[in-house]
T-cell receptor, first 114, second 115 residues
Framework: AQSVSQHNHHVILSEAASLELGCNYS??????LFWYVQYPGQHLQLLLK??????LVKGIKGFEAEFIKSKFSFNLRKPSVQWSDTAEYFC????????????FGRGTSLIVHP | GAVVSQHPSWVICKSGTSVKIECRSL??????MFWYRQFPKQSLMLMAT?????????EQGVEKDKFLINHASLTLSTLTVTSAHPEDSSFYIC???????????FGPGTRLTVL
């Protein structure tokens, strides 16, 4: 079974700081990769996804992620965070062409100070 | 994007009662629906996967007799927590996926509190 690791469990930043959240997975085959955000008291929303093609993926709200196959990584980045980015961020992976059952990382709690 | 709804959004019940949670795909046909449980400040734990018209596949450690899942139509799946106890209190989230789609769409979740 595959696993998904998010190395940063808690991140605290000031507004305008740059953000990078790590995500690594263990599956060696074709994968589909996702980043979700969960704002306080709200449901999961898709930030961005990678299925194939350009490994640099741009999502909503200025987020982007880069798929590096050799490193089994899909790190999330944002050049300048805002207070409104305070939320939980989850990386998820499913096996492309398989059952599409996703595996989630344990999440990263991001707090942005104004 | 595709919309998934859940009902109710929150429920409080007495210990020993059963609670049914509905998950609906509003604008697409969901051949597969997933049920998750989320504890505070933790990740989503997949409980089971249900395919329309067949029995759900439960993850290891999830009691299928306690968490009854029905996926009778392409737009509706239900999760029934039977004989609920306080330790069943949690946030239950469903998601849905259309046939051949790589992506799943999440419902807003249901907060269950068992007194």
């Amino acid at each position: 079974a595959q696993s998904v690791s998010q190395h940063n469990h808690h991140v605290i930043l000031s507004e305008a700081a740059s953000l990078e959240l790590g995500c690594n997975y263990s599956y060696g085959g074709t994968v589909n990769l996702f980043w979700y955000v969960q704002y306080p008291g709200q449901h999961l929303q898709l930030l961005l996804k990678y299925f194939s093609g350009d490994p640099l993926v741009k999502g909503i709200k200025g987020f982007e992620a880069e798929f590096i196959k050799s490193k089994f990584s899909f790190n999330l980045r944002k050049p300048s965070v805002q207070w409104s980015d305070t939320a939980e961020y989850f990386c998820a992976v499913n096996e492309g062409g398989g059952s599409y059952i996703p595996t989630f990382g344990r999440g990263t709690s991001l707090i942005v100070h104004p | 994007g595709a919309v998934v709804s859940q009902h109710p959004s929150w429920v409080i019940c007495k210990s020993g009662t059963s609670v049914k949670i509905e998950c609906r795909s509003l604008d697409f046909q969901a051949t597969t629906m997933f049920w998750y449980r989320q504890f505070p400040k933790q990740s989503l734990m997949l409980m089971a996967t249900s395919n329309e018209g067949s029995k759900a596949t439960y993850e290891q450690g999830v009691e299928k007799d306690k968490f009854l899942i029905n996926h009778a139509s392409l737009t509706l799946s239900t999760l029934t927590v039977t004989s609920a106890h306080p330790e069943d209190s949690s946030f239950y989230i469903c998601s849905a996926r259309a046939d051949g789609d790589n992506e799943q769409f999440f419902g807003p979740g249901t907060r269950l509190t068992v007194l």
